[in-house]
């Protein structure tokens, strides 16, 4: 299963919308600390002229393939 699988596709979406709002609420400014209630540390991309936005999205894909 991994984490596409865990977190988004097979929960409820009540709860995940429900617990994205509350970390939200509470300050979390990444999806996938908010979605596992984890933290997530950044990734170090290398490249200057990847935006902040890439960085995130590049994770965010990387992170929806791993096992959960």
């Known amino acids: 299963m991994t984490n596409r699988d865990k977190y988004i ?3 409820n979406e009540c709860d995940v919308l429900c617990g994205v709002q509350l970390a ?3 300050g979390e400014h990444c999806i996938i600390s908010a979605l596992t209630a ?3 540390a950044c990734p170090a991309y290398n490249d200057d002229e990847i935006t902040k936005y890439e ?3 590049r994770c965010i894909q990387k992170w929806l393939n791993e096992d959960a």
Do not use: N
């Open 24 to 26: 939200l609420l509470y």
């Open 9 to 11: 596709l097979k929960k």
């Open 38 to 40: 984890k933290d997530k």
């Open 55 to 57: 960085k995130c999205c």
